[in-house]
């Protein structure tokens, strides 16, 4: 699948979107998920703060070079209001090219709603200490 061309309706169709694309290492696809503000913001595990279109798509052509990465949320923090979405997520993370250990990943994503519809405008990302706690989804609407 090239580039997102379809209005996103929620950050959850986005967020799942975005793993597809990460799972089938498509770079046009990660970067179309993407705001098209040049501030946007991505953190990569042990990595340094990227900021803008250029720096972000390099970091991710760099990961691809791998292959894909197999993402399942296990647990999921959403807090919205009408036009932000912040998801704070322990993930799975999973190597396709790769026998690689699983490791547990913290991340936050933050989604803000656009004319294209939703929009990653800032992904948080590293590893989590120890075992990957317990508890179970949690979901708030603020008004």
């Known amino acids: 699948m090239p580039k997102i061309n379809k209005l996103l309706e929620s950050a959850e169709e986005t967020e799942a979107a975005l793993y ?14 993407w ?4 501030e946007i913001v991505c953190i990569h595990p042990g990595s ?8 972000i798509r390099s970091s991710w052509e760099s990961i691809f070079e791998q292959g894909g990465v197999q993402i399942q949320p296990v647990q999921l923090h959403v807090t919205q209001n009408m036009m932000t979405s912040v998801h704070n997520i322990i993930e799975e993370v999973h190597r396709t090219t790769t026998r690689q250990h699983d490791i547990h990943i913290l991340a936050t994503n933050v989604y803000m709603k656009t004319p294209l519809g939703w929009r990653i405008v800032s992904h948080h990302a590293s590893v989590v200490p120890g075992e990957a706690p317990t508890d179970a989804r949690i979901s708030a609407l603020l008004h």
């Open 20 to 33: 597809d694309a990460i799972s089938r290492a498509d770079i046009e696809a990660v970067m179309s998920l």
């Open 35 to 38: 705001a098209d503000d040049e």
């Open 48 to 55: 340094p703060r990227l900021v803008g279109h250029a720096a």
